[in-house]
């Protein structure tokens, strides 16, 4: 959407045709005429377009016959927000959006005004070295609204087997005898053990999702739970969601997978 944005800054009504709806699509669909890059894009939007069509105009019954056949024969499911934006996802997914803006870039005077944004000396090179990263990227596994936590980083996984596996680890030769690790934890299930979970949870709200975004993060924050007791450091963070701000903290011992005798 962003980009979609950008490429519709004082666009010439000439680049984006007087009739159709679609700015984006003529667009594209006059840049493809000189670009091969672009064109490529624009056979594939088609195709694309017309399996759409005829997804819709298939009857609902005869649609799971059809997934029976042949991988080749299955369309692809399109949300709603993706055919809006099917141009630009399009390129991106084929790892050529930068390549298309560049030369949009290149080619401004045709297809913008001169105080347009991809017109801009400076903003229009800064636009397409930014899409060179996002083009970089493969897009075969995009996570939909149930794989939030089916589908966990490395350094989650990381995290995860460091907290639950303290717990079992009280015989190892490799721990560090000054940590005394607490032993009425060794008996009980570690997924019913609550300061586990809150553990688990915790590490999971670290990791950026559709959910909660992590806005900030600090290490070694110094923490006095009690007036007598010494200041400990810990993993300060604060995080986004849809309703409210919330500040965390956890000690760093707890973030390396070990835990000591005091409260």
């Given at each position: ?7 519709l ?28 890059v672009a ?23 005869q649609e ?8 080749a024969?299955k ?45 801009d ?67 009980g ?14 590490v ?60």
């Amino acid at each position: 959407g962003v980009v979609e944005a950008c490429l519709l800054h004082m666009l010439k009504r000439r680049a984006a045709g007087f009739l159709r709806s679609d700015k984006v699509a003529a667009l594209f669909t006059k840049v493809g005429k000189t670009c091969p890059v672009a064109g490529d894009v624009c056979k594939k939007v088609q195709e694309l377009q017309q399996q759409v069509e005829s997804r819709k105009n298939q009857p609902s019954g005869q649609e799971p016959l059809k997934r029976q056949g042949s991988t080749a024969s299955k369309t692809p499911v399109l949300t709603p927000q993706a055919i809006k934006h099917i141009w630009v996802r399009t390129a991106l997914i084929e790892k050529v959006l930068d390549k298309i803006v560049q030369y949009i870039v290149d080619n401004c005077s045709k297809y913008y005004e001169k105080d347009a944004l991809l017109a801009d000396p400076v903003c229009g090179p800064i636009l397409a070295s930014l899409l060179v990263g996002p083009c970089a990227l493969e897009y075969t596994k995009l996570k939909t609204a149930d794989h939030y936590w089916t589908d966990p980083s490395a350094d989650e996984l990381v995290q995860r087997h460091r907290i639950q596996g303290v717990h079992g680890r009280q015989d190892s030769p490799s721990k560090r005898p000054a940590l005394g690790i607490r032993k009425r934890h060794s008996s009980g299930s570690t997924s019913e053990d609550p300061f586990a979970a809150s553990a688990r949870e915790y590490v999971e709200s670290l990791h950026q999702n559709s959910r909660t975004h992590l806005l900030y993060g600090k290490n070694n924050v110094l923490v006095q739970p009690k007036d007598d007791l010494e200041a400990i450091p810990g993993y300060l963070s604060l995080h986004q969601s849809a309703d409210n701000l919330t500040l965390k903290w956890t000690p760093n011992q707890l973030m390396n997978g070990t835990l000591v005798d005091s409260e």
